[in-house]
């Protein structure tokens, strides 16, 4: 499990493809303070699993499945990267329940300076737009960052100034693809939903009520 709280931005080191996979070699600093073979770390928001560390950078093992899903895929030698080392049972919970298994991806179509912030407005599907709620928790490549804006086609967030110095965030152009991965708990409702048929005439949960509750 992570938070959604970037430790460090890395960098791609090498890339070795397979025929519909690939290995990551990625180097950074701080991940590699007590970092162990078999760890979980969160790359823009992907979970991956050490199993291979050298000095400053580890290697993991990209199935099909993940590419497909992810914008891993169009990581190059060199790219830069938001990190994560999975949550220790004494840390902070700084940001929200994140588990690293990507929901898709949108494409960024705008960015807005507001005084110290920069608005993102970022296009999805619409499964994904459909668990996103204002002033809900979304993670964005990694990031956990607070909704502030949700459209029939997009939904937006507001970046800190903090969150862009320490993030890759900012660095993407209009146009660029973004990994999301919804609110766990959003997704566990909708779920529970769609199985038990909470909306019957007899029950007063509905989905609507649910949503307006900050479910």
């Known amino acids: 499990m992570f938070t959604g709280i970037v430790e460090e931005k890395g960098r791609i080191k090498a890339i070795k493809k397979g025929t519909s996979s690939s290995r990551l070699i990625i180097e950074g600093n701080i991940i590699f303070s007590d970092l162990k073979l078999g760890d979980s770390v969160a790359i823009n928001g992907v979970c991956l699993t050490a199993s291979e560390i050298s000095g400053n950078t580890f290697t993991a093992d990209v199935m099909h499945e993940t590419l497909k899903r992810s914008n891993l895929g169009s990581l190059s030698t060199g790219s830069v990267v938001n990190m994560e080392r999975a949550m220790s049972a004494e840390g902070r919970f700084g940001g929200h329940i ?118």
Do not use: C
């Open 98 to 215: 994140v588990s690293g298994h990507i929901d898709g991806t949108g494409v960024i179509r705008g960015k807005k300076r507001d005084d110290n912030a920069v608005w993102i407005t970022i296009n999805t599907a619409a499964e994904i737009l459909g668990l996103i709620v204002e002033k809900g928790s979304i993670t964005i490549d990694g990031i956990s960052l607070t909704v502030t804006e949700v459209t029939g086609s997009s939904f937006s967030v507001s970046v800190i100034p903090h969150t862009a110095i320490s993030t890759t965030i900012l660095d993407k152009e209009v146009g660029q693809t973004v990994n999301l991965e919804n609110d766990v708990i959003g997704k566990y409702v909708e779920r529970l939903l769609g199985k038990k048929n909470i909306e019957s005439k007899d029950s007063r949960i509905t989905r609507d009520f649910l949503m307006n509750n900050g479910f």
